[in-house]
């Protein structure tokens, strides 16, 4: 199956103007179809022989295994992986979705993937106060439904979060997974290409996902990190502006008085310093990078500064409060790494006890009177298969899909599942904590023609042309637009950690000001090109939580997602807080040097409030409302005294035996940060109490 783009006669009205619906656009979706449309994993299969053999069901025989993971997403594909690292044990990993097609390996491509046929596309449910001015005031929850699931679509950022977050969860009563306890596995599967790899304190190299940065950052986008650079979020490169920090310096790097232009004319700098274009040249004679071996002794002494209250600007290090062009999981090749890419591409065809079943949508959990999982139904092609499980049902199937699973298998509140006659099997609140970083689309800062990025069309057909022929992807498509320029700020200095994260998405301005709502619902081209920032506060540390129920017409369809945003108006502060701080950058030397301005013009249903005023942001916040795609929490980890539990520290479900969920689903509050990184890590925590469990068991243990 090929990959289908985006249909735009179905979203685009008659009579827009949008370049995103215009003839052209509708030659370059089929031209992505035609470049990137096929598949890493079916070329293989066609090679040996087995394309088209995916219905293994079909042989009749009963199909058993040691384990079943269902969903091959972020947290999933990592957990089908150790398991089968255990010769011992079969292991068959459902995925609802197709294989993962090329063009999700495009770095540039992020945004064309939604809407698509590897996209969920779950929208909320209408509330009032949220998403106003949306189609039919829903806002919009892509979700990836492919080998790999939303790591194959989302934006490639690689954070972590704060420490704090995980000690929070610690103190609630979730032993095992305090900062100290989560780090070992965040780096277990890390493999760091950049110089953050060389502080071995908080990164790994030798794991299995690649993070680096993309090989090509545009002018705008370190524009938007000096600026909040020169606001005072430290960039942690003391050649640069600022000294206040410490580091492990670049070698033949000096220091003291510069003269600027002559240190940058012979400079090759191979760092992250390079990025700077402000203070670094690359372009030199003279290469400018960090030792590939730094001792420990050296560590202590930049820790020991460090503690002495030096930053060191790594946000997935010690040091949250900087700003930074963020590393992305992409490798040396400049293509995405999916944890698909990561994880079960290097060992599908070789081990022979991992089974993998492609659009097999699990739709109920086997559980028997005793309160056992012991299988997985499943439909594959318009047929019914049942796969049993020797040892455990693990659901990853992401933060709607699996509350969904386990209402559908019984498992969940009882007054809803008694209304939709399914029989209850344990009571629990399962689909309840749904939250979300909030954020708001509608800030705009202008670029002038000589800093703007976009190019004719012909431009973006003949630069996909030379991308799909190199070998080592390079350029502006091996990049990923603005939407890495992150910083992380407190509102209020007295806060322990930020509350709030800036990220910066990219827009051609005229036609966003004319026609925001549909805009917003079609970004299919490519994220380098672009006239326009889109800036958004998001609020890292949301007081309103949702929920999440089976459609009463359809409890197989799309569940009822009720987001709740702003239903705390709390909610609204430091986003109208973070809003003041963005709007200060206007004054920064970084913004003048290219132009940059915030357009004034206010967008039509706030324009009864004058641009840039608390009201005109907070008319602007509830009816622009946008995910972050970061939802998580509606299979609540908690220990048995949290009544809002669904899994207790070890993952397992409160009242079944031989049943987890691993994913997103089971944070108890949203981290402050983007969630695949903290998805993956889950992966790797949850499964260890998996592995640590059964290894432990004397063999043909059954309980
Ligand atoms: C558009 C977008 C952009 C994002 N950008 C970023 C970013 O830049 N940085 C970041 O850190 N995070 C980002 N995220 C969030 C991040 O990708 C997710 O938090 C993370 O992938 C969640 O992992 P998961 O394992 O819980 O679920 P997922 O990765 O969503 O995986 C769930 C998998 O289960 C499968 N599945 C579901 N139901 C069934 C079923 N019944 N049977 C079989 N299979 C099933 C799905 O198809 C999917 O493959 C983004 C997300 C999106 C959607």
Redesign the pocket.
């Known amino acids: 199956m090929l990959w289908q783009p985006l249909n735009l006669t179905e979203v685009c009205p008659v009579n827009t103007q949008l370049s995103a619906c215009s003839d052209f656009a509708f030659v370059y979706l089929n031209l992505l179809v035609r470049l990137f449309g096929d598949s890493r994993d079916r070329r293989i299969q066609q090679c040996r022989g087995e394309e088209g053999r995916i219905v293994e069901g079909l042989e009749k025989k009963r199909e058993e295994y040691d384990f079943i993971v ?7 594909c990592v957990v089908a992986n150790r398991l089968s690292a255990v010769s011992k044990w079969k292991v068959l990993l ?4 197709m294989e993962q097609p090329d063009v999700t390996l495009v770095p540039s491509l ?2 064309a ?2 809407g698509s046929n590897i ?2 596309a779950y929208t909320t449910e209408p509330d009032g106060k949220s998403c106003l001015a949306r189609r039919e005031q829903r806002c919009g ?19 972590r979060g704060n420490s704090l977050d995980y000690d929070t969860w610690a103190d609630m009563g979730n032993e095992g997974w305090s900062y100290k306890d989560v780090l070992p596995y965040f780096k277990k599967s890390e493999k760091n290409l950049n110089i953050e790899g060389l502080n071995r304190k908080y990164h790994g190299v030798d794991g299995e996902q690649s993070i680096s940065r993309f090989p090509y950052v545009d002018r705008p986008s370190i524009m938007m990190t000096d600026a909040f650079h020169e606001r005072g979020l430290p960039i942690a490169d003391y050649n640069g502006a600022y000294q206040m920090t410490t580091m492990q310096a670049q070698a033949v790097a000096q220091d003291g008085e510069r003269v600027l232009p002559y240190f940058k004319k012979s400079e090759k700098n191979l760092n992250i310093e390079e990025l700077s274009r402000k203070y670094h040249g690359v372009d030199g004679e003279q290469s400018v990078a960090r030792f590939s071996y730094i001792d420990e002794p050296s560590y202590m002494l930049t820790d020991a500064f460090h503690e002495r209250g030096l930053p060191i600007a790594d946000y997935n290090g010690a040091f949250q409060l900087s700003t930074m062009q963020a590393q ?1 999981v992409i490798a040396k090749d400049g293509q995405r790494v999916s ?1 698909n890419n990561a994880f079960i591409q290097p060992i599908r065809y070789k081990r022979k006890n991992l089974t993998v079943k492609i659009k ?4 109920k959990i086997l559980i028997n009177k005793n309160k056992v999982a012991y299988g997985v139904k ?1 439909i594959q092609d318009g047929q019914v298969y049942t796969a049993y499980a020797k040892k455990e049902v693990i659901v ?7 509350p ?2 386990l209402m559908l298998s019984g498992v969940g509140p009882k007054e809803h599942l008694s209304k939709l006659n399914i029989t209850v099997k344990k009571d629990l609140a399962v689909g309840e904590n749904l939250h979300d970083h909030v954020t708001f689309n509608g800030i705009l800062i202008a670029l002038p023609n000589r800093t703007s990025t976009r190019v004719s069309n012909e431009k973006i057909v003949q630069e996909l042309y030379d991308y799909k022929k190199m070998k080592v992807k390079h350029g502006l498509l091996a990049s990923n637009g603005p ?1 890495n320029a992150i910083a992380f700020i407190k509102t209020d200095p007295d806060l322990p950690a930020p509350d709030i994260q800036y990220q910066v998405g990219h827009l051609f301005l005229d036609e966003y000001i004319r026609e925001p709502e549909i805009y917003d619902g079609i970004y299919i081209l490519p994220t380098p090109y672009y006239d326009g920032l889109l800036p958004r506060a998001m609020n890292l540390v949301p007081k309103s939580r949702g929920k999440l129920l089976l459609n009463p017409e359809n409890p197989h369809g799309k569940p009822l997602i009720y987001a709740n945003y702003l239903g705390d108006p709390a909610d609204l502060i430091p986003i109208i807080k973070g809003v003041r701080f963005l709007l200060s950058l206007e004054n920064t030397k970084a913004f003048k040097s290219l132009g940059a301005y915030f357009d004034r013009t206010p967008l039509k249903p706030c324009r009864d409030h004058p641009w840039g005023t608390d009201e005109y942001i907070v008319c602007l916040a509830r009816a622009y409302t946008s995910s972050c ?2 939802p ?1 929490g509606t299979c609540k980890m908690g220990p048995k005294s949290d009544k809002k539990a669904v899994v207790d520290p070890k993952l397992r479900v409160y009242g079944i035996s031989r049943l987890r969920v691993i ?3 089971i944070m108890p509050v949203v981290i402050r ?7 993956i890590m ?2 790797e925590r949850g499964v260890a109490f998996v592995i640590e469990e059964w290894l432990k068991k004397p063999q043909n243990c059954h309980h």
């Open positions: 269902v969903g091959a997403g972020a947290a999933g459902l995925e609802a979705g992020s945004t993937l939604i996209d969920w929850w892509p979700r990836g439904k492919v080998m790999g699931g939303s790591s194959s679509i989302n934006s490639m950022a690689y954070i992305a944890t097999a949508e699990a739709f499943y990853s199937a992401g933060v709607i899909n699996s969904k699973l939407v795609y970061h998580v994913d997103s689903s940060g983007n969630t695949h990184a903290p998805s889950i992966g």
